[in-house]
């Protein structure tokens, strides 16, 4: 399961590593800092549902918010200082640990090829590798391309955990979320649009600005969410190579900002960050970035939304410059939104 981390190997996004203090943090995207690693603190040692032998695990991050984020810089910066980083490029602390603190790292793919050559010892397991192998069959994407995160993948899952299951590129992806679309209702497997969604709705009433009627119709475009009989499910995209090397583009900050854009380009909206193509009548050409992840998957081409978050122009060192509105801001917390008007 894990692995010791002595060369302290590229960890890809949706990997997980572990630190000498024995927590536990996922990786953030591609693109990191020299000689560190964006993440976020996910689970330290304490008494919780998750675990394998003596070890037990409590959840820091249980909601995926942005206060709980800020709650995890606080506690590192009391605790291991040197875990938080002033990250230029994007003007923020960040949670970025040193790979000289890394003592154990844990691998998506690695980990589901473990599953895939020996025996399922868990229930869970066995659900994962049914529901690997069938959107394998109908995809046509190779066991390969498929990986698990989330406690699965560190070995510390419980009969209740979800099965968070990810897709290595973004052609692969989009042929299993088709092959999740033909299989709704089949073979034990029902979406999240087809089933009762009052889970998805409360935990966005928390979040948004916005009546329940609108969050309802967030909630039916959900694609990558649903059921392998009783356990729940995600599927999510890992990138086929960072986007950007660090340093190479630098963001900032225009403030909050409401903006009203027809989205063009989905393509890129169920990986880390999720990334939605939009056209602005007057801007031009923009993006709406996503670290809220609960938006990842949710718009369409087509689709004319409101968008309130963090404005930013992003400049690259090859002199290409876009304007892009970030939703999962520090600053915005609790007045961010996206809504579709048309």
Known sequence: MGEEAREYPTLRDH??????EGWIFFVLGDVHPPGRVWSCLKYVPGEGVWGNGENRYRRVLKNYTVEELLSSIQFLEHNAPDYVFFDYTVGARVIAPPLSKIRRVYRARERLAELMGGEALHPLEER???????????????????????SLLLGIQHNNSDIDLLVYGQQNLWRVLEALEALDGREGITLQKSRAREGWVARASARYPLPRSELEI??????????????????????DKPPHRYGEVLYRSLGLARRVVEVVDVR?????????????GEAGPMRIVCYDMMLAGVLRSGDVVEVQGKLEVAEAKGGERWLQILVGSYEGVGKEYVRIVG
């Open 15 to 20: 990997d997980y590593f572990e630190t000498e």
């Open 128 to 150: 994962l590798l049914k529901l690997v192998g069938m959107l394998s069959d109908y995809s046509g994407v190779r066991l390969e391309d498929f990986g698990v995160t989330g």
């Open 218 to 239: 967030l909630a039916s475009r959900v694609m990558n969410k649903g059921w392998v009989g009783e356990a729940v499910f995600s599927v999510h995209g890992v990138r």
């Open 268 to 280: 890129g909206s169920l990986f880390t960050p999720a990334v939605y193509i939009a056209e602005d």
